[in-house]
């Protein structure tokens, strides 16, 4: 199993271009996050779905869009970049919202930079 | 507005030595703290995590001691080793939540042979 993939892995924007962070898990879980972590700032939390056609906001959300494709997909749109999004964005998983299968599990990053 | 306070923000010990990162977070709601440890270029990955209902969990040799009353929890890596080099994030989280973690802003060890 490949876990949480994340594409691409790098990229380099201008600002005003647009552009979508892809994400999808192979394990099956029901909820996923889309995390951005900035030096000094630990991870915040961006949107998360908690289960198939479920989105919501989380703690810093302006300037960004999702979408839950499916239940293994869940991508993350900028619409028109700014150089404050440059940071390392990373998209999660867990089998479920609350109990025993709380873990999120990570995928390698995206690190975007905006000029 | 930073619920999970962390520190240090960084931490040098010498092989063989004990490293300990503390935090304390402030929503009494909170009922789930996980301990995620990074490598450069890879994302965060779950080390180990305690609910309130006990005050010491132990997984080798990491530790976390939960202080309900302080709201306080710490991480505790016995004989650290120069593999334990990495970023260290503690977080929390509560039911009906969603599942949503807030991080702790981040420890950067290095362990020095």
């Known amino acids: 199993n490949a876990g949480v993939t994340q594409t691409p892995k790098f990229q380099v924007l201008k600002t005003g271009q647009s552009m979508t962070l892809q994400c999808a898990q192979d394990?099956?879980?029901?909820?996923m996050y889309w995390y951005r972590q900035d030096p000094g700032m630990g991870l915040r939390l961006i949107y998360y779905?908690?289960?198939?056609?479920?989105?919501d906001k989380g703690e810093v959300p302006n300037g960004y869009n999702v979408s839950r494709l499916n239940k293994r997909e869940f991508s993350l749109r900028l619409e028109s970049a700014a150089p404050s999004q440059t940071s390392v964005y990373f998209c999660?998983?867990?089998?479920?919202?609350?109990?025993?299968?709380?873990?999120?599990?990570f995928g390698p990053g995206t690190r975007l930079l905006v000029l | 507005q930073q619920q999970v306070k962390q520190s240090p923000q960084s931490l040098i010990v010498q092989k063989g030595g004990i490293s300990i990162i503390n935090c304390a977070y402030e929503n009494t709601a909170f009922d789930y703290f996980p301990w995620y440890q990074q490598f450069p270029g890879k994302g965060p990955a779950l080390l180990i995590a305690i609910r309130p209902d006990v005050s010491e969990k132990k997984e080798g040799r990491f530790t976390i001691s939960f202080n309900k009353s302080a709201k306080q929890f710490s991480l505790h890596i016995m004989d650290s080793q120069p593999g334990d080099s990495a970023t260290y994030f503690c977080a929390a989280s509560y039911r009906g939540g969603y599942n949503k973690l807030i991080f702790g802003a981040g420890t950067r060890l290095a362990v020095h042979p």
């Open positions: 394990m099956n879980h029901n909820s």
């Open positions: 999660a998983s867990s089998e479920d919202e609350a109990g025993a299968s709380e873990t999120q599990y």
């Open positions: 779905s908690a289960s198939e056609g479920t989105t």
